[in-house]
């Protein structure tokens, strides 16, 4: 019988803004938003810092409106004086204002509470803006981002411009995924390893960080029942977009069509059927969209789309074109494979760090990093990133050949370059 690794629980790392943030607005009371993708830790840090800071965790379950504002009661019961059993959702509310003393709610999955009974948004809205409890902080948590902004952000939506603040809960960094595992930032198998897994702390519990980057590979997505098997699904499900057309969408990226065009073309449809469900999916923040640097975000033509998230990334770029003959590749054909995809990851994060860079590319070449520099925006810097060690010698012809490539674009005569930079694997402890 195979037995799964059961890992403890890894400390929190780099939530201290959160913590610090929730600790003020908890001061002022209010209704507070926080969202972020599936496994991102949100759930963890509400129920740790309400346990520190004395407050009360609801975890919203699907069901009926009736057992959901049962589950709700029941959580908060120990935090109430009365013994009075809400039959509605104005009960509940009124039970809470009733409460002299200050309260700190979350109630997590709020989306779920609203699929079931969708006037929820419009009754809770009422609510707030009529009650006199000034000592209630209310934190109303969810997982899907498109519900959480159809909800919150959206200026037709009832609660529109309730909320005191929106948190949006950020995968955490490659330092970050090194920190929690003890791993050194500089080496190279490190990054391998970020690339399946990505900034989501939940999965980080699931590996052994002394497996090589094979053996990790194989226990999270290729073994016999692995974790990773119903992630796709399950995030779609989160974000309302479990229909044929946005796995196949996902699908399609990661085997490598990225143009519009490209895309329709395999789904055998026009490209303008595709917006909706394009739109739907850079919501989610499951799919990004990229122009060429100094390109016009409407100039349809230039744009790519690539998987945003390095988890999805490897299932649809690696785990999902190549389940079936995994078993029969070498261990080269293998790492191959992997190494291939965490370039990619590796070049984003290096252009991450400089505000306002892009990647350019015309019709025979292109350039990983152009960058704005601080001393103008005609001034650029221009870059070349190569997922591997370079020699001195090596970096410097890669230098006179960025040179020589940049003074063949269009861009050339419409701005001046302050500095041509080669970055390699050197780059990652930074």
């Not at 943030?21 to 496994?39: C, E, S």
């Not at 779609?236 to 699908?251: F, G, Q, T, Y």
């Not at 070349?384 to 020699?391: A, D, G, H, P, Q």
């Not at 006179?400 to 500095?419: H, I, Y």
Request: glycine letters at 6%; a positive charge.
């Amino acid at each position: 019988m195979f037995i799964k690794h059961n890992y403890p629980m890894r400390d929190f790392i780099n939530r201290s803004k959160e913590i610090e943030l929730l600790n003020r607005l908890k001061a002022k009371a209010g209704l507070v938003v926080v969202y972020g993708r599936r496994r991102v830790g949100k759930s963890r840090l509400l129920r740790d810092w309400l346990k520190q800071s004395g407050g009360c965790y609801s975890q919203s379950i699907e069901g009926s409106t009736n057992l959901q504002i049962e589950q709700l009661y029941k959580d908060l019961a120990g935090s109430l004086s009365t013994k009075i059993v809400p039959k509605s959702w104005e009960e509940l509310f009124q039970l809470i204002e009733h409460e002299n003393a200050p309260l700190s709610i979350c109630i997590d999955e709020f989306p779920y509470l609203v699929a079931s009974d969708p006037t929820l948004a419009s009754r809770l809205q009422r609510w707030i803006d009529s009650s006199t409890k000034r000592n209630l902080l209310l934190i109303l948590a969810g997982s899907s981002r498109r519900m959480m902004f159809d909800l919150f952000l959206d200026d037709n939506a009832p609660l529109y411009g309730r909320a005191h603040r929106i948190i949006q809960l950020e995968p955490m960094s490659y330092q970050n995924f090194c920190e929690a595992l003890k791993l050194d930032s500089t080496v190279l198998d490190s990054f391998l390893k970020f690339s399946l897994v990505g900034g989501i702390p939940k999965y980080w519990e699931l590996i052994n960080p002394h497996d090589d980057v094979l053996a990790m590979a194989q226990d999270l997505y290729f073994d016999f029942a692995p974790f990773m098997q119903g992630e796709p699904r399950r995030i779609l499900r989160d974000e309302k977009l479990d229909d044929i057309n946005p796995a196949s969408v996902l699908e399609i990226v990661g085997r490598g069509a990225e143009r519009p065009s490209e895309i329709a073309a395999r789904l055998q449809t026009k490209h303008q059927n595709l917006s909706r469900v394009l739109q739907h999916l850079m919501q989610a923040n499951l799919l990004s969209r990229e122009i060429p640097f100094g390109s016009n975000i409407k100039d349809a033509k230039r744009t790519v789309y690539k998987i945003a998230d390095p988890a999805m990334r490897f299932w649809y770029r690696v785990y999902s074109p190549h389940q079936s003959l995994w078993s029969s590749y070498t261990k080269q054909h293998k790492q191959q494979l992997i190494y291939d995809n965490a370039s990619s990851l590796f070049e984003e994060n290096v252009r991450a760090r400089f505000p306002g860079a892009g990647r350019y590319w015309e019709s025979n070449l292109e350039i990983d990093i152009v960058a704005p520099t601080t001393s103008g925006k005609k001034e650029l810097l221009v870059g070349e990133v190569k997922f591997t060690e370079l020699s001195a010698a090596k970096r410097q012809s890669l230098l006179q050949e960025l040179e020589q490539k940049w003074r063949a674009t269009k861009l050339a005569s419409k701005f001046k370059v302050s500095e041509y930079r080669v970055f390699d694997v050197g780059e990652l402890g930074g």
